[in-house]
């Protein structure tokens, strides 16, 4: 019996208050309005920015269904929709592409302005929801809501991908990876023979040194308090790691030496604003380059001497390692098909979705790097 048009009836992870467990749900998922997709999730990872919700990190609207990173199969489509159709494998995508925006005609923009990540408003774009449990209606999380046996998304929120791939793994290209990737490669630009930092070896860190290393830098240090990190860390391209517990002085002034006066790209991928400063003060204070990715509180701000940037250093940042997602999800995806990056070695966990509790233990006490659940 088809599901199209009906409202669909299945189990999601709800989170009703901070800092408390997920609940697993029966919840209402309406059918896509005009231009939406919905989707059946096959397999969703855990990142570190789900967490910063529940942590009230990232402040949004209660109750909500978090999940960013994940690959699924198209259900049913609204009207309008030409992009899409039912049974296409798919990838959502928190940050959208309109297409039309400044930000997506500009030719390295890739933060569309209808992006929901700077607002946090948790609708989809006609400003309404399509989650309901218990009688009350539900948000949606930067327009992806993925930790649902379903989801409704906005077309320009979801790429089509390869019918091939494998989505328990390619999910990955839907957050982690592609962030993490992209920041060496399209953001800093990483270049042949130069020496990079790395601060925080989780998923994302992980996924930089990937890119630094396929850009051919020479060295890669990997910074982490939790030294469990730092096989695998090597394993996927890191030259040495250390820990800024074993030091006395601060691990700037460390990575200062070990360079022999800077590093040339240096990327902050934790989301604290101390550690933000140290990957700044790391880079040669000439040409070094320093790149935010973490996603620090959203409340709190740092201050700094401009005379730190004066003599030629750069401070940037990026959401999704700078591509614009929907042109890029699919080339990615067909890279991956293509064997130029492995995902696998980021895959630490798989666990039921109604084990997600666990999963999102898992990385709280510093054991997994990415957890993904399969539905
Ligand atoms: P993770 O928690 O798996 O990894 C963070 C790592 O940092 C862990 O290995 C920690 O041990 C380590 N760490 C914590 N505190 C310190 C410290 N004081 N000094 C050194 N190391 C420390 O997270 P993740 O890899 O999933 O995500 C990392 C960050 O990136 C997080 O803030 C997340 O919200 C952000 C993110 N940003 C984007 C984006 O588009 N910019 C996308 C996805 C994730
Ligand atoms: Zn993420
Ligand atoms: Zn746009």
């Not at 402040?59 to 199969?73: D, R, Y």
Request: hydrophobic residues 40%.
């Amino acid at each position: 019996m088809s599901t199209t048009g009906k409202v669909i009836k299945c189990k999601a992870a709800v989170l009703w208050e901070l800092n408390k467990p997920f609940a697993i749900e029966e919840v209402e998922v309406a059918p896509p309005k005009a231009h939406e997709v919905r989707i059946k999730i096959v397999a969703a990872g855990i990142c570190r920015s789900d967490d910063h919700v529940v942590t009230g990190n990232l402040v949004t609207s209660l109750p909500v269904i978090l999940g960013h990173e994940a690959a699924g199969i198209v259900e049913s489509i609204g009207e309008g929709v030409t992009t899409l159709k039912p049974g296409d494998k798919v990838i959502p995508l928190f940050i959208p592409q309109c297409g039309k925006c400044s930000v997506c005609k500009h030719p390295e923009g890739n933060y569309c302005v209808k992006n929901d990540l700077s607002k946090l408003q948790g609708t989809l774009q006609d400003g309404t929801r399509r989650f309901t449990c218990r009688g009350k209606p539900v948000s949606h999380f930067i327009g992806t809501s993925t930790f649902s046996q379903y989801t409704v998304v906005d077309e320009m929120s979801v790429a089509k991908i390869d019918a091939a791939s494998p989505l328990e793994k390619v999910c990955l290209i839907g957050c982690g990876f592609t962030t993490g990737y992209g920041s060496a490669v399209k953001v800093a630009k990483v270049t042949q023979g130069s020496t990079c930092v790395v601060f925080g070896l989780g998923g994302v860190g992980l996924s930089v040194i990937m890119g630094c290393k396929a850009a051919g830098a020479a060295r890669i240090i990997g910074v982490d308090i939790n030294k469990d990190k730092f096989e695998k860390a090597k394993e996927v391209g890191a030259t040495e790691c250390v820990s800024p517990q074993d030091f006395k002085e601060p691990i700037y002034k460390v990575l200062n030496e070990m360079s022999g006066g800077g590093v040339d790209f240096s990327f902050e991928v934790i989301g604290r604003l101390d550690t933000m400063m140290s990957a700044l003060l790391c880079c040669q204070e000439a040409y070094g380059v320093s790149v935010v990715v973490g996603v620090p509180p959203n409340t709190q701000n740092l201050s700094m001497n401009p005379l730190l940037l004066l003599g030629g250093r750069t401070w940037k940042g990026a959401v999704f390692g700078g591509y614009k997602s929907k042109d890029s999800v699919p080339k990615l995806v067909a890279d991956f098909m293509a064997k130029k990056f492995p995902l696998d070695m980021l895959i630490t966990h798989v666990l039921p979705f109604e084990k997600i509790n666990e999963g999102f233990d898992l990385l709280r006490s510093g054991k997994s790097i990415r957890t993904i659940l399969t539905f």
